[in-house]
């Protein structure tokens, strides 16, 4: 079989000579470039200053982009609404094995006029920022790998960078095909964790954010530390990149190193613990992710080399972003003679780039695999991201988008060859991959039917109004409920996705039918409500919409909530003074429906269930509220949250005239020793 396979590949080399002799007789800048479907990229540097890997040097930028579906033409230039950016950058080589090739890949900053101030910008569509990547897409004839890697990253719910495919005009050069995309870093829509200073060096400000990657040392950042891979004498090298090498502190290194010397242990050992073993180190599902990520294209480098991890404040180490994903779907140096990518592989025990042990070791533990497959089996079912037919429609989609583009591509450089044949390999590939992977990658019964606490998410103040004492920010707050009758052991416990960052203390409880506060800041929560909340939170609350995911120790959803500012949601807590409160906990908390806005300003501490008694309901006139304790203020809401009628009374058993409003369902907001309560009520 190897012998077929490497006489084949000698063929199509050959061939490849052949061709590569005809086309070098061709002026490669013979074409004239006038129009793409695509943006148009022109850059040119100050007194045509040729770009070097370092230093930076000075330029223009010009953006051609008219909108989508519309024809892009170089001689938009001159025409401000044809520009998406017209500004000033700087900008440099990047790049390892790729600064081998004549076409090269570059970063870029925007900067200001000054030539020094950031210029947080949106390109193409793009969040702002000032930092971006021309992507060059070596060594990778498809010109699709990184594309369609960093959407089906996406396409799961995680963040990859990214990226718009573009034509790139250098000081007056076309150079062909690029993908301009997100460089990674910390930024609140790209890797969304906290900018750790030299000066936190206590915990728990000690403990994130932190974006660290296993790497080549070849980009000039030292080697932090080393991990042994499976292959005798090929560590794993580990780099610093926030905070930066040049500015990280011995306190910082030895804490971040510590969490992977912890992961590393644990998994030798397959401690699972949801208290001391590595579900207490990493967020399970970003590293389930990652690995089905590069699994699906056995990728040459995964794991080794351009493998980024990321841990914010008090929460646990994560897998990724994707990055660099142009050796993948078999496709590998072949001109430097390697051939690593195959459908019938593992990658992490190849026996070549496997990356540090605790990959292997993951994935040899039966609890982590049991995960690992059912989430291969939940992606790879009909619509979803990893199934063959979801993937064959996105390679066509991107296929057809830059088609055109291709053939010039292929005229400048010529290393496309007949870019059909490339796409059908990748099919086949893919094909034969996902075949191999479902009859190799084991069974998930053991973990298919999990028993969760009951714990739901029952308030929620995502914007709430700036005052004289605090900022809106620093008042943010989410209350969760013990809904069941026994105590509920919090160890493991924490909040997933790309929301908030928070994680409860091993062995910390919550008692039958309580509540617990967290909070965005634990001083002002005490100011403002006169008792501690349990923990704090980091990241904001999305003053516009977010998940918010609470996952036990693997990773499996306890709760979940995806609110929003607009309507059918309450809008009134959107800085209006109010915050999502639940109806009733027997309801779905993911419906707007079950939610009320509500501006009671006392909270209390372990808030357990009051024994309300209200009726008739359904009814057609009056209501009666009856309660042991004494009552003191009754208001009916609508849907939108807006107050129709309120009575303030003292009084243990208070009845609402209903009579003059109209059919449909309303909430009670009921006011009991100073201890706001809400109930659905329906008016017939």
């Not at 025409?79 to 090269?104: F, H, M, V």
């Not at 397959?270 to 180190?281: D, K």
């Not at 990728?299 to 142009?326: I, V």
């Not at 004494?630 to 009084?651: F, H, N, P, T, W």
Request: charged share 15%; aromatic share 10%; net charge negative.
């Amino acid at each position: 079989m190897k012998y077929c396979f490497y006489k084949h590949l000698r063929i199509v080399c050959n061939s490849l000579i052949v061709i590569l002799l005809v086309f070098c007789k061709l002026d490669a800048n013979s074409q004239v470039f006038t129009e793409s479907n695509l943006p148009i990229i022109i850059i040119n540097t100050d007194n045509s200053t040729p770009i070097l890997d370092s230093p930076r040097v000075l330029g223009t930028m010009k953006i051609i982009y008219n909108g989508p579906g519309a024809q892009n033409f170089v001689s938009n230039q001159t025409n401000l609404a044809s520009l998406n950016y017209n500004g000033r950058i700087d900008i440099e080589i990047r790049g390892s094995s790729s600064q081998a090739l004549e076409k090269k890949g570059y970063g870029l900053t925007t900067r200001l006029a000054d030539n020094v101030s950031n210029n947080n910008v949106s390109l193409l569509g793009m969040p702002s920022e000032n930092d971006w990547v021309l992507n060059g897409l070596a060594f990778d004839p498809s010109l699709i790998r990184d594309y369609i890697s960093y959407a089906i990253s996406r396409n799961m719910g995680n963040y990859a960078p990214r990226t718009v495919y573009c034509e790139l005009i250098l000081n007056g050069d076309y150079r062909g095909l690029y993908l301009l995309q997100e460089k990674i870093k910390s930024d609140s829509q790209r890797v969304n964790i906290t900018k750790i200073t030299t000066t936190q060096n206590i915990f728990p400000e000690l403990s994130g954010g932190y974006i660290t990657k296993s790497d080549k040392d070849t980009g000039g950042d030292p080697i932090a530390w080393s991990m042994p891979s499976y292959v005798a004498g090929n560590n794993a090298n580990f780099i610093h990149d926030l905070p930066k090498p040049t500015e990280v502190t011995v306190q910082q290194d030895n804490y971040i190193h510590n969490e992977f010397n912890k992961l590393a242990s644990t998994t030798t050992i397959n401690n699972y613990s949801e208290i001391n073993g590595y579900p207490s180190v990493i967020d399970i599902p970003s590293f389930i992710d990652f690995i089905l990520s590069n699994e699906l294209g056995s990728n040459a480098d995964g794991y080794h080399f351009s493998t980024y991890f990321h841990k914010e404040r008090n929460g646990k180490l994560r897998a990724g972003p994707l990055w660099d994903f142009n050796l993948t779907y078999g496709n590998d140096l072949f001109l430097w003679g390697f051939d690593r990518s195959h459908t019938d592989v593992w990658q992490f025990s190849d026996g070549g780039n496997d990356g540090a042990k605790f990959w292997k070791d993951l994935f040899l533990s039966p609890q982590f695999k049991c995960y690992l497959s059912k989430r291969w089996n939940e992606v790879t079912q009909v619509g979803k991201p990893m199934n063959l037919a979801t993937l064959n429609s996105m390679i066509d989609t991107t296929v057809t988008l830059i088609s055109t583009a291709v053939i010039r591509e292929q005229t400048r450089w010529n290393s496309v060859g007949i870019h059909l044949d490339q796409i059908n390999g990748i099919k086949t590939f893919l094909s034969a991959r996902i075949a191999w992977m479902n009859n190799n990658i084991g069974s998930f019964s053991s973990c298919n039917s999990v028993v969760t606490p009951p714990l739901v998410i029952t308030k929620i103040n995502y914007n709430p109004v700036l005052t004289t004492s605090f900022t809106s920010n620093e008042q943010e707050f989410i209350e969760i409920k013990n809904c069941g009758s026994q105590v509920v052991n919090l160890s493991g416990i924490y909040f997933g996705g790309l929301g908030l960052s928070y994680q409860f203390p091993a062995n910390s409880t919550l008692a039958a039918n309580t509540s617990l506060f967290i909070a965005s800041k634990a001083t002002t929560f005490l100011s403002r409500y006169g008792f501690n909340a349990f923990g704090e939170f980091y990241r904001n609350l999305s003053n516009s919409n977010q998940n918010l995911i609470i996952s036990d120790a693997f990773g499996n959803t306890i709760d979940t909530v995806f609110y929003y500012d607009s309507s059918p949601w309450p809008t009134s807590p959107d800085g209006g003074g109010s915050y999502l409160q639940l109806i009733d906990t027997a309801l779905d908390n993911n419906l707007s429906s079950s939610w009320i806005a509500s501006n009671a300003l006392t909270l209390t501490e372990n808030d357990s269930e009051s024994q309300l008694v209200i009726y008739p309901n359904p009814t057609s006139d009056f209501i009666s509220i009856s309660s042991d304790n004494q009552l003191s203020k009754i208001e009916v809401l609508d849907l939108e949250g807006r107050i129709i009628l309120s009575i303030e009374k003292v009084a243990k058993v208070i009845s609402v005239d209903l009579s003059q409003c109209s059919n449909g369902i309303y909430f009670l907001k009921i006011i009991e020793n100073n201890k706001s309560i809400s109930r659905k009520i329906i008016k017939k």
